[in-house]
């Protein structure tokens, strides 16, 4: 017997995989030439790019960009072909805020940093509903940071002094928030560590605050308004123990309605006589450009969601009034174009309501629009209800829930997860149709792109508009279209 | 008992409707601004500079309009109106005054109820083709593709033009002027028919404008103006005057050069006088003050000015005045006499 084995009795070293098939070789024959067809698909398809790439490259990166007028781009391009990027040196300001005052009429200041305080404001007010990844404190160094910028636009020595202080707490607030790792932080609150209040306050506080910076006024009308909420709240909160919970919410919302009706305005000047905080007052004509469009569009997408919610379950509720009601709203609506409200808005409702009223026209089109959103967001929440098996209403009921609660708990946290897609679609699809307010005479983004051609100067110029447009509208909605994905990913539980 | 409600809430807004239309100058005093409707956008009569100041030929109206009741010419709202919306932004007095290179016709006088307090340019409709085409007259353009703006009165003047003389056409129709451009300079029509003043301008921003032509046939009477509600003939009034004041101010020689020199003090012409305040008390009969004329030729100097500096022929869109030429050039412009 020989001791010869043929069994292996060590593993051999593991080799390299062959060059053909790691790296950039590997993945090109695994997914570039897996074939005869696909191979000759991706040579086709590379020179269509290049040909594309090739007439869109020179075209795009064109030394025009100081030029002040299309024939001062067509002297530099010298005959060849290339955008004129000067249009958009010269407005893209105005693009971007409109007409809002940029200090150069006389007299007047430079008021942009309100609009710009706003949106940075806005990330601030939805990160915590967007997002629960991030840090109560990091939400605070965020807020503090945009508050210094607002302080720092203010200007003057107070102003400067605030810039520093709330800079120096967003400092501390971040030191504290990255010296410390969540595990221990969740100790240290587990042992009752005091915590920063929580940011959604500001949330709430943030539909408030953006009216009064972009319209400007005294800021006790729109603390004001605010209050009408709390009043209502403390009023059914005392009353529902007292008088039921039925009864509490409708005087509740007569209170309300009763304060802001009467009380706001006696309110607001006692209160400017005490403390006069104002800004200079912008009418809603000064809104244009994306400024406009974002007004429109978050206000339409914030308001439309929660209406649409409730329109949703009114069509599915077995009460015969509110159900005929919210068919009714869907369907009128949903059987109307956007543009016939707009044009309702913009005419038919100056014509009905009494001469030298001033209904402001940014107001009756968010309106329209907000309308127009809700009810096709009301069709998207009611797929998510009927694509929720009939099971889960029951356990709800089994569990002795009662209908909000039910709705709160069980219901709405699944439906909504299931029509993320269809709600985010409609987010999108409102945000581009803002840009018809341009044809009731609004000067959006394409509005303005006509009046920017009508300048002698750039009349002609019309990829470089459009093209500018067209990007900046994709950035916002691919960001929304990347969250709705995101937001599925962290929501899946299960039905995987 | 509703419909009675209904109806005496819609007698309440009449009558309101009523008694503020009676009174435009005093809501525009009282408001310090004035609302003026322009276009959204259109080359040399009314466009936004990079500041968003309004800036143009119709811009140029309502800032005499505005410097002659309020004293500052810079006292206006524009109004950016698009051609849907413009009759209802005047007639439920969102704007107090229409200065939007608007056609003068009987059923908009009429039938819409408002007032053409006159006319500040005198437009019609005309023809772009290439050179190379050959065409020098549009009777020539037979089987022709034509762009053509649909909605609007160009397309029913063209049809016309074309059956009268017995010759075909093949329409593209296009949304807006950008459109039409585009559609042009890539061969889509053989020619552009618009409004001369907007194929001027239009003109004037290709590549090479020599390359293409004009034709000689205007095929419809465009006179454009601005106009205001029915039942306030005195606001009327204010605007129909303006505007004279800056045609006769060209007529008479006042121009924002010397208008400081010939309003110090009475002169040896009676009506020169007489606009400027120094004599009579023209401004009091309108419900103003002496110097209102004064201050809309300051506003922007008289008709002539106005028109050189936007549309004139050392502009870009180098229109001739033609038709726009004082009478005594053989134009049409004419003023009814200040006295």
Same mark, same amino acid.
């Given at each position: 017997m020989s001791d010869m084995s043929y069994v292996r009795s060590e593993m051999l070293p593991e080799r390299t995989p062959p060059a053909s098939s790691v790296g950039f070789v590997g993945w090109a024959r695994a997914?570039?030439?897996?074939g005869i067809v696909n191979s000759i698909l991706t040579i086709v398809s590379l020179v269509l790019i290049f040909l594309v790439l090739a007439a869109l490259l020179p075209w795009l990166f064109s030394?025009?960009?100081?030029?002040?007028?299309l024939n001062e781009c067509r002297d530099i391009l010298n005959g060849h072909e290339g955008a004129c990027w000067g249009v958009i040196n010269e407005r893209w300001e105005q693009l971007l805020?409109?007409?809002?005052?940029?200090?150069?009429?006389?007299?007047?200041?430079?008021?942009r940093w309100r609009p710009n305080l706003a949106f940075l404001l806005l990330f601030v007010a939805v990160i915590p509903v967007l997002f629960n990844m991030i840090s109560r404190r990091m939400n605070w160094v965020l807020l503090l940071v945009a508050l210094a910028y607002g302080a720092y636009a203010i200007g003057g020595t107070l102003g400067m002094i605030a810039v520093v202080v709330l800079l120096a707490a967003a400092v501390f607030v971040g030191y504290k928030a990255f010296s410390s790792d969540k595990a221990t932080r969740a100790a240290e609150i587990e042992a009752g560590a005091k915590r920063l209040p929580n940011p959604l306050i500001f949330t709430a506080i943030f539909p408030f605050l953006v009216p009064f910076l972009l319209w400007?006024?005294?800021i006790w009308v729109f603390v004001g308004a605010a209050l009408g909420f709390v009043l209502a709240g403390l009023a059914y909160r005392y009353l529902s123990t007292v008088v039921g919970s039925l009864a509490g919410m409708i005087i509740s919302v007569l209170v309300a309605i009763v304060w802001w009706l009467f009380m706001i305005g006696p309110f607001a000047s006692a209160m400017d006589a005490i403390l006069p905080i104002a800004l200079e007052q912008i009418e809603s004509r000064k809104f244009g450009g994306f400024m406009l469009s974002i007004t429109i569009g978050v206000v339409a997408i914030g308001i439309s969601l929660p209406i649409g919610i409730v329109l949703a379950l009114g069509r599915q509720s077995d009460l015969l009034i509110v159900k005929a009601l919210s068919v009714g709203f869907i369907e009128f609506i949903r059987g109307v174009p956007l543009i016939t409200l707009l044009f309702v808005a913009s005419t038919l409702l100056n014509i009905f309501l009494?001469?030298?009223?001033?209904?402001?026209i940014i107001l009756r089109v968010l309106i329209m629009v907000t309308l127009f959103a809700a009810a096709y967001m009301a069709e998207v929440v009611r797929g998510g209800l009927a694509a929720l098996p009939k099971g889960q209403y029951e356990a709800a009921d089994a569990l002795g829930l009662d209908y909000w609660k039910a709705q709160r708990l069980i219901i709405m946290p699944q439906a909504l997860k299931i029509s993320i897609p269809g709600i985010v679609s409609t987010f999108i699809g409102v945000f581009k149709d803002t840009v018809l307010v341009s044809i009731i005479g609004l000067l959006d983004p394409l509005g303005l792109s006509n009046a920017i051609r009508a300048d002698q100067a750039w009349n002609g110029v019309v990829w470089e508009l459009y093209g500018f447009i067209a990007f900046m509208f994709f950035v916002f909605c691919f960001s929304m279209s990347r969250y709705s994905m995101y937001l599925e990913r962290r929501l899946r539980t299960g039905h995987k | 008992m509703k419909k009675t409600v209904f109806l005496g809430a819609l007698t309440v807004a009449g009558l309101a409707a009523g008694a503020s239309a009676a009174a435009t100058l005093d809501d525009v005093k009282a408001r310090g601004k004035l609302n003026c409707g322009v276009t959204t956008g259109l080359v040399g009569f009314a466009a936004p500079d990079a500041n968003g100041n309004w800036e143009g030929f119709d811009v140029g109206v309502c800032r005499a309009v505005a410097a002659a009741?309020?004293?500052?010419?810079? /006292?206006v709202e524009f109004v950016p109106t698009t051609g849907k919306t413009r009759f209802t932004a005047l007639a439920s007095g969102e704007v107090d005054l229409l200065a939007r290179n608007t056609t003068w016709t009987l059923s908009r006088d009429v039938d819409l109820k408002f007032?053409?307090?006159?006319?500040?340019y005198y437009d019609g409709q005309g023809f772009m083709v290439n050179k190379?085409?050959?065409?020098?007259?549009?009777?020539?353009?037979?089987?022709a593709t034509v762009c053509i703006q649909t909605g609007t009165t160009t397309e029913l003047n063209l049809a016309d033009f074309f059956r009268a003389n017995n010759i075909s056409y093949e329409p593209v129709p296009i949304e807006t002027n950008a459109e039409g451009q585009q559609q042009y300079l890539a061969g889509a029509c053989d020619t552009y028919t618009t409004d001369a003043s907007g194929l001027a301008a239009t003109r004037a921003?290709?590549?090479?404008?020599?390359?293409?032509v004009v034709l000689p046939e205007i095929i419809s009477k465009e006179p454009l103006g601005p106009l205001v509600r029915h039942g306030d003939n005195e606001w009327g009034d204010i605007v129909r005057w303006t505007l004279n004041a800056l045609i006769s101010a060209e007529e008479l020689g006042i121009t924002s050069a010397n208008i400081g020199e010939l309003s110090a003090a009475p002169g040896d012409n009676p009506e020169i006088n007489r606009i400027l305040g120094t004599e009579g008390n023209l401004g009091e009969m309108l419900?103003?003050?002496?110097e209102w004329a004064k201050r809309a030729i300051m506003a922007g100097g008289n008709y002539g000015e106005v028109f050189a500096k936007n549309?004139?022929?050392?502009?870009?869109? /180098?229109?001739?005045?033609?038709?726009?030429?004082q009478w005594q050039d053989g134009g049409l412009i004419y003023s009814p006499p200040f006295r």
């Amino acid at each position: 017997m020989s001791d010869m084995s043929y069994v292996r009795s060590e593993m051999l070293p593991e080799r390299t995989p062959p060059a053909s098939s790691v790296g950039f070789v590997g993945w090109a024959r695994a997914n570039l030439f897996n074939g005869i067809v696909n191979s000759i698909l991706t040579i086709v398809s590379l020179v269509l790019i290049f040909l594309v790439l090739a007439a869109l490259l020179p075209w795009l990166f064109s030394p025009t960009w100081n030029s002040g007028s299309l024939n001062e781009c067509r002297d530099i391009l010298n005959g060849h072909e290339g955008a004129c990027w000067g249009v958009i040196n010269e407005r893209w300001e105005q693009l971007l805020y409109g007409f809002y005052p940029n200090g150069s009429e006389a007299g007047s200041i430079d008021q942009r940093w309100r609009p710009n305080l706003a949106f940075l404001l806005l990330f601030v007010a939805v990160i915590p509903v967007l997002f629960n990844m991030i840090s109560r404190r990091m939400n605070w160094v965020l807020l503090l940071v945009a508050l210094a910028y607002g302080a720092y636009a203010i200007g003057g020595t107070l102003g400067m002094i605030a810039v520093v202080v709330l800079l120096a707490a967003a400092v501390f607030v971040g030191y504290k928030a990255f010296s410390s790792d969540k595990a221990t932080r969740a100790a240290e609150i587990e042992a009752g560590a005091k915590r920063l209040p929580n940011p959604l306050i500001f949330t709430a506080i943030f539909p408030f605050l953006v009216p009064f910076l972009l319209w400007g006024g005294s800021i006790w009308v729109f603390v004001g308004a605010a209050l009408g909420f709390v009043l209502a709240g403390l009023a059914y909160r005392y009353l529902s123990t007292v008088v039921g919970s039925l009864a509490g919410m409708i005087i509740s919302v007569l209170v309300a309605i009763v304060w802001w009706l009467f009380m706001i305005g006696p309110f607001a000047s006692a209160m400017d006589a005490i403390l006069p905080i104002a800004l200079e007052q912008i009418e809603s004509r000064k809104f244009g450009g994306f400024m406009l469009s974002i007004t429109i569009g978050v206000v339409a997408i914030g308001i439309s969601l929660p209406i649409g919610i409730v329109l949703a379950l009114g069509r599915q509720s077995d009460l015969l009034i509110v159900k005929a009601l919210s068919v009714g709203f869907i369907e009128f609506i949903r059987g109307v174009p956007l543009i016939t409200l707009l044009f309702v808005a913009s005419t038919l409702l100056n014509i009905f309501l009494p001469p030298g009223t001033n209904f402001d026209i940014i107001l009756r089109v968010l309106i329209m629009v907000t309308l127009f959103a809700a009810a096709y967001m009301a069709e998207v929440v009611r797929g998510g209800l009927a694509a929720l098996p009939k099971g889960q209403y029951e356990a709800a009921d089994a569990l002795g829930l009662d209908y909000w609660k039910a709705q709160r708990l069980i219901i709405m946290p699944q439906a909504l997860k299931i029509s993320i897609p269809g709600i985010v679609s409609t987010f999108i699809g409102v945000f581009k149709d803002t840009v018809l307010v341009s044809i009731i005479g609004l000067l959006d983004p394409l509005g303005l792109s006509n009046a920017i051609r009508a300048d002698q100067a750039w009349n002609g110029v019309v990829w470089e508009l459009y093209g500018f447009i067209a990007f900046m509208f994709f950035v916002f909605c691919f960001s929304m279209s990347r969250y709705s994905m995101y937001l599925e990913r962290r929501l899946r539980t299960g039905h995987k | 008992m509703k419909k009675t409600v209904f109806l005496g809430a819609l007698t309440v807004a009449g009558l309101a409707a009523g008694a503020s239309a009676a009174a435009t100058l005093d809501d525009v005093k009282a408001r310090g601004k004035l609302n003026c409707g322009v276009t959204t956008g259109l080359v040399g009569f009314a466009a936004p500079d990079a500041n968003g100041n309004w800036e143009g030929f119709d811009v140029g109206v309502c800032r005499a309009v505005a410097a002659a009741v309020l004293g500052d010419a810079n /006292a206006v709202e524009f109004v950016p109106t698009t051609g849907k919306t413009r009759f209802t932004a005047l007639a439920s007095g969102e704007v107090d005054l229409l200065a939007r290179n608007t056609t003068w016709t009987l059923s908009r006088d009429v039938d819409l109820k408002f007032t053409f307090v006159g006319v500040n340019y005198y437009d019609g409709q005309g023809f772009m083709v290439n050179k190379d085409m050959g065409v020098s007259s549009a009777k020539e353009l037979d089987g022709a593709t034509v762009c053509i703006q649909t909605g609007t009165t160009t397309e029913l003047n063209l049809a016309d033009f074309f059956r009268a003389n017995n010759i075909s056409y093949e329409p593209v129709p296009i949304e807006t002027n950008a459109e039409g451009q585009q559609q042009y300079l890539a061969g889509a029509c053989d020619t552009y028919t618009t409004d001369a003043s907007g194929l001027a301008a239009t003109r004037a921003t290709f590549e090479d404008p020599s390359a293409h032509v004009v034709l000689p046939e205007i095929i419809s009477k465009e006179p454009l103006g601005p106009l205001v509600r029915h039942g306030d003939n005195e606001w009327g009034d204010i605007v129909r005057w303006t505007l004279n004041a800056l045609i006769s101010a060209e007529e008479l020689g006042i121009t924002s050069a010397n208008i400081g020199e010939l309003s110090a003090a009475p002169g040896d012409n009676p009506e020169i006088n007489r606009i400027l305040g120094t004599e009579g008390n023209l401004g009091e009969m309108l419900g103003l003050d002496a110097e209102w004329a004064k201050r809309a030729i300051m506003a922007g100097g008289n008709y002539g000015e106005v028109f050189a500096k936007n549309i004139g022929e050392e502009t870009p869109i /180098a229109l001739a005045r033609g038709l726009n030429a004082q009478w005594q050039d053989g134009g049409l412009i004419y003023s009814p006499p200040f006295r």
